[in-house]
């Protein structure tokens, strides 16, 4: 009963390997419908966590079950094998790679990341998980990375590669841009600023004794201020304060809340305009009057559609540099994209003298110093709000405008959104979901200021023109399926290039190379080619996607938009996803705070079993708690699953299916009613399982196994089992059903709990090895179902009445076990036909010793009542304890050579053992 999980699964995992288990099942399954779930690479690096194992057993689940109901179901798990987390990890074990060649770092990322799949395979291994163990897909292998090359190609091909100074999502502590997949967002303090700036040119719109109230949430970026921006249609109110001589700017409608908040009294209002009129207007930079390097600067005031009065002034300062919104503005009006910040977030000497060399973060407090020295600092006040950050180095990051390679979405966006509409999503607002990252994502900057990765294969002419066509691209592609590549790095650019190749651009020949990596988002989104189309045993476009609800900005996303440039299609026909694991206080895992759960440490304990039941109990279409706690719990739910196995197997020890199997005409009426009821159960798992839906299949099953077989059917077989005569109709008729429903679990359960499957099926006179190369059984219909369905469902609605009443009469001491009691039941005319339809000892099925019918009316005031109307009561059953059957019976002792018997007990003894009744006969309680 103990199963002793921990030593014996893996012995069993072994076994499997050993014979080629895996291997077996594709050899079984040639020539039938392909069914592909594309594995979405975990990163190499660091052991695997509970989340982890979630992932990779949910798609077990789908592999094993599709594998044995008639697909064939090939699974090549894959690794993310590049990016800027093994550089770090080799920089913290002190490895310096400005000190070393680029090829020499990037060997020893290779074999850390190497290292590391063999660590995470060895996990997932151990978690039952079956597949290509000795052939996964790793995205640093060289065939993956030629293909990458290909789809980039593919983008080049069709004009979609641009390169350009725009802000991006800049990580100072990576020193790199990152996309948006990249970015976590959290919230922070941050210090904003309302300060003033000089009407330079009015336009004659405005007196230059006017000034701008304007608002920033980024003081640090005043520095490189080209404008102020404000909404066309908005009003604003010129007007003075107090006793101040000068004018001030705002929205209208913030007029009054400004006031108040700046202490303003006196307010008059000098005129009224719309935002449009102010365009064009100049004013002074905010620190011409303090510091001469700004002495020339001016501002530009335009209009932009993301100027809001929700807060601020509704003037907002505009840094080109360093915002999506600065920037499109920026360049509507012609004005140059500052970003005097380097690539370690410190500011540049093109910030100003006392700028140059500090931290952006510190230069906060520098800006805020020299607009109060200006006498234009109005306010400064803090916000909560929500800011993003390397989701890497868990450090905030900036925007910052910089020359990067970019994918033009706008190009392809109704392409890519008419690919969404394609794909069937689990749960359905995943399509939603998809449809709105897609429908407003800006242009992916797919470059990388680091090393280990996959290097674009732009080639830049003597006059920096870029070269990219079809002939160098294939030719690198080429390249790289035979060197790896690493031959980016090793070689010149003349040696990289096809034979002879030249170009106008480059008259003397000369060329260089970019320098910069892909993302490792185009890595990974590129295996649907790396893959699926590398490898003609797999199927593209995939029939399904499986991962975590973060995949929608991620895989799924850059999977959906290189499957389009290339295909011009979606790389899945179907989308599974699945939410976050917590802990049991729905906090998010930290190895720091230590709420994180080992799988490896729970398998050591516990077996992969429990971890596999718990999957499949769990809600996966929101976010999962789970704690050592919930796991003990899942314990208990496998003991009981196991129990059952061992009491059906157990009792069909003595059964042959080839020479005791009874016809479903035959079988007592329980017995078909069980076997009804158990294959309405296998086609509703089966539903289930067809749906991903393994949280209601895990519903049914305990449903099944906890109501259907435990509480009756199986409680009632002790009687016939134990009792009746070995080769009795009884008997046999029943362990036909137990049998049945044995094999059929078995099979049934292999996907979730195949460690524990492979065990029963070792007890099993079935002519397969293993129960893995079986095929789950299809649900069978049969003639009469449904009136049989009808009369026993009637009776078990009767049942638990009876059932409640034996209860009340346990609880009052009136019996011990149900044995002990006999009930009367007073019943309607349609509750009188019912019992007598069911054809089967009524005694028996309600575990009672004896059983008395009458009609309802005749009900006494000491029975119990129903609202069918049926009444029941329970009395202490008259006569003595048979030891064989155990019930109650008026006929014990009957029988003189037999005194402790009861009459159907000595008959069964009298015609099976003759000569036990002669030579004497004891009775022992049945185990």
């Not at 030593?7 to 072994?14: P, T, V």
């Not at 099925?845 to 009561?873: I, N, R, Y």
Request: aromatic share 12%.
């Amino acid at each position: 009963m103990r199963g002793h999980l921990p030593e014996r699964e893996g012995q069993r995992e072994q076994l499997w390997e050993e014979n080629k288990v895996y291997e077996q099942r594709q050899k079984l399954n040639e020539g039938k419908p392909s069914f592909v779930l594309h594995d979405g690479p975990p990163y190499a690096n660091g052991p695997i966590h509970i989340g982890h194992a979630m992932n990779k057993i949910s798609k077990d689940f789908i592999v094993r079950y599709k594998s044995m109901t008639g697909y064939r179901a090939p699974y090549v798990p894959g690794w993310d094998t590049h990016g800027l987390p093994i550089e770090q990890q080799l920089t913290k074990e002190g490895y310096d790679r400005k000190k070393m060649s680029l090829t020499e770092f990037r060997d020893l990322c290779r074999e850390y990341a190497l290292g590391q799949v063999e660590r995470q395979k060895a996990g997932f291994k151990r978690l039952g998980v079956t597949g290509e163990w000795d052939n996964p897909y790793l995205t640093l292998h060289k065939e993956f990375e030629a293909a990458q090359i290909k789809v980039f190609g593919a983008f080049a091909e069709k004009g979609l590669l641009y390169r350009g100074k725009k802000p991006v999502y800049w990580s100072w502590s990576s020193e790199s841009a990152l996309a948006e997949a990249e970015v976590d967002y959290k919230d922070i303090t941050s210090h904003t600023a309302f300060y003033t700036e000089k009407v330079k040119d009015g336009k004659g719109v405005l007196d230059n004794n006017t000034y701008f109230l304007v608002w920033t949430t980024t003081p640090w970026t005043i520095p490189a201020s080209e404008g102020i921006t404000v909404g066309a249609d908005f009003d604003y109110t010129v007007f003075t304060h107090d006793d101040d001589p000068k004018q001030y700017v705002a929205a209208s409608e913030l007029v009054a809340k400004l006031a108040d908040k700046f202490g303003w009294d006196n307010l008059q209002t000098v005129k009224t305009l719309k935002g449009a009129d102010l365009e064009y207007i100049t004013a002074e930079h905010a620190f011409a009057s303090v510091d001469e390097f700004y002495q020339d600067r001016e501002v530009l005031v335009m209009l932009g559609d993301f100027v809001t009065t929700s807060d601020g002034t509704g003037l907002v300062h505009t840094a080109p540099g360093y915002g999506d919104d600065d920037y499109r503005v920026g360049l509507k009006y012609g004005l140059p994209v500052f970003a005097p910040v380097d690539d370690q977030g410190r500011q540049t000497e093109e910030a100003g003298p006392d700028f140059a060399g500090v931290f952006y973060q510190d230069s906060e407090q520098i800006s805020l110093d020299k607009l109060a020295q200006a006498g234009l600092l109005i306010l400064q006040e803090d916000i909560e709000h929500s800011y993003p950050f390397d989701w890497r180095t868990k450090q905030p990051i900036i925007f910052r405008a910089t020359d990067q390679w970019f994918v033009s979405i706008d190009k392809m966006r109704e392409d890519i959104l008419n690919a969404v509409d394609e794909v069937t999503y689990y749960p359905a607002w995943g399509k939603t979901r998809l449809r709105n990252m897609l429908k407003d994502r800006g242009d992916w900057v797919i470059s990388r200021q680091r090393v280990w990765g996959v290097p674009l294969p732009i080639f830049y002419a003597e006059d920096g023109t870029p070269i990219m066509t079809k002939e160098t691209i294939d030719h690198v592609a080429d390249l790289f399926r035979e060197y790896g590549s690493n031959v980016w790095f090793e070689r010149d650019a003349k040696d990289l290039l096809p034979d002879g190749f030249t170009s106008e651009h480059s008259p003397n020949g000369e060329f260089t190379k970019e320098t910069d990596i892909m993302d490792v988002w185009f890595d990974s989104g590129s295996s649907h080619q790396g893959v699926l189309a590398e490898r003609d045993y797999l199927t593209y476009p995939a029939d399904l996607y499986l991962e975590g609800s973060d995949q929608y900005r991620g895989w799924f996303n850059s999977s959906l938009i290189t499957s389009v440039v290339v295909s011009g299609h979606a790389p899945y026909k179907a989308i599974l996803s699945q939410g976050f694991t917590l802990d049991g206080e729905g906090k998010k895992m930290s190895k720091s705070v230590g709420n994180v759960i080992d799988p490896n440490d729970v398998v050591q304990k516990m077996g992969a079993e429990i971890i596999r039941l718990w999957v499949m109990s769990a809600d996966t279409s929101a976010d999962v708690r789970v704690s050592m706690g919930t796991l003990q719990q899942m314990s208990e739910a496998y003991r009981k699953l196991r129990n059952t196995f061992r009491f059906l197997l157990a009792n069909t020890s003595d059964f042959d299916p080839k020479t005791n199997t009874v016809a479903y005409e035959d079988l007592q009426s329980v017995d078909q009613y069980m076997l009804v009821k158990y294959n309405r159960f296998v086609a509703q798992m089966r539903s289930y399982m067809d749906e991903y839906n393994f949280l209601d299949a895990d519903k049914l099953l305990i449903n099944f196994v906890n109501n259907d077989l435990s509480a009756f059917y199986m409680n009632i077989a002790k009687d016939v089992l134990y009792i009746d005569a070995k080769d009795s109709t009884n008997r046999r008729s029943m362990q036909t059903v137990f049998y049945e429903i044995l094999v059929g679990m078995t099979k049934l359960l292999t996907p979730f709990l195949p460690h524990t499957t492979e065990e029963v099926w070792e007890y099993l006179p079935e002519p397969e090895d293993f129960v893995q190369l079986t095929e789950i059984p299809d649900a069978q219909t049969f003639a009469n179902e449904a009136d049989l369905l009808a009369t026993w469902d009637a009776f078990m609605q009767l049942r638990t009445h009876v059932l409640k009443a034996l209860e009340t009469a346990r609880d009052d001491k009136m019996i011990g076990k149900s044995l002990e009691a006999q009930a009367t039941l007073y019943v309607t005319p349609s509750q009188q036909a019912t019992l007598e339809a069911l054809n089967a000892s009524v005694e028996l099925m309600l575990g009672v010793s004896a059983v008395h019918v009458h009609a309802a009316d005749e009900a006494p005031a000491s029975a119990t009542s129903f609202d069918d109307k049926f009444a029941v009561e329970v009395t202490p059953a008259t006569g003595k304890t048979c030891e064989r059957c155990r019930m109650v019976k008026e006929s014990v002792g009957a029988d003189r050579d037999l005194p402790q018997l009861c009459d159907r007990c000595a008959a069964l003894v009298r015609e099976h053992f003759p000569v036990a009744v002669t030579e004497g006969f004891e009775v022992k309680e049945a185990k």
